[in-house]
């Protein structure tokens, strides 16, 4: 069966280090690999796309590595802050003749102490 | 920056009545989504929607569940006869091309009692 999974143990890192969430998947052949931040009770906010021919993607302090070999990846947030503070999740987008749809992990909570 | 904007932000509803949510995509996007989220749970897909039909549906969107752009604004999700299980956060997204990032709205928490 398809699983998308993410470490469901809340991360917690000092302000200014450097935060490291995995996202793995199996019977999957994602032609994207998208991240988002989600904070309590509200909607998903995108934050970077990798295609499935790109090794790393960066923005700002973010950094995403996407390797289909290993069916992983992985996202750092470099520098952190306390505002950083949320659960990160990865989500799988396919892309079928009939249509199209992402499909999520179950997120990773990042606790950034000051 | 563009929104997603749903109605209302939370509904209370009887079990078996009917329940309809709103959405307004943002403006030039062409594909336009529902997922939800049961408390403490992931953000499950729930259908897609481009070119005025259904283009996918989890197996979730059973016949209880429909999907309408009734005018060249809104997109709406209606269930016909709630359930318990029913109650969760639902989310509206819509997206400019479908790999594009999805910009998704606030949510309405729809609880049924």
């Known amino acids: 069966s398809q699983k998308i999974e993410q470490n469901s143990e809340a991360l917690n890192i000092q302000e200014g280090k450097t935060a490291t969430l995995t996202c793995n998947y199996t019977?999957?052949?994602?032609?994207?690999l998208q991240w988002y931040r989600q904070d309590p009770g509200r909607g998903p906010v995108f934050l970077l796309l990798?295609?499935?021919?790109?090794k790393e993607k960066r923005k700002e302090r973010l950094k995403v590595t996407f390797d289909t070999t290993l069916k992983q990846s992985l996202f750092h947030i470099t520098a952190s802050q306390p505002a950083d503070s949320a659960t990160y999740l990865c989500?799988?987008?396919?892309?079928?003749?009939?249509?199209?749809?992402?499909?999520f992990g179950g997120g990773t909570r990042v606790l950034v102490k000051p | 920056e563009p929104e997603v904007t749903q109605t209302p932000s939370h509904q209370v509803t009887q079990m078996g009545q009917e329940v309809i949510l709103r959405c307004v995509p943002i403006?030039?996007?062409?594909?336009f989504y529902w997922y939800r989220q049961i408390l403490g749970q992931k953000v499950e897909f729930l259908v897609s929607?481009?070119?005025?039909?259904?283009?996918?549906k989890s197996e979730i969107f059973d016949d209880q569940f429909s999907v309408e752009r009734p005018d060249g604004s809104n997109f709406t999700l209606k269930i016909r006869s709630t359930k318990l299980e029913d109650s969760a956060m639902y989310f509206c997204?819509?997206?400019?091309?479908?790999?594009?990032?999805?910009?998704f709205g606030s949510g309405t928490r729809l609880t049924v009692v």
């Open positions: 997204a819509s997206s400019e091309r479908a790999p594009l990032g999805y910009t």
């Open positions: 019977n999957y052949s994602p032609a994207y």
């Open positions: 990798i295609r499935e021919n790109e």
């Open positions: 989500a799988l987008h396919t892309v079928k003749a009939a249509g199209n749809k992402l499909t």
């Open positions: 403006s030039n996007h062409l594909y």
């Open positions: 929607f481009y070119n005025n039909e259904i283009s996918e």
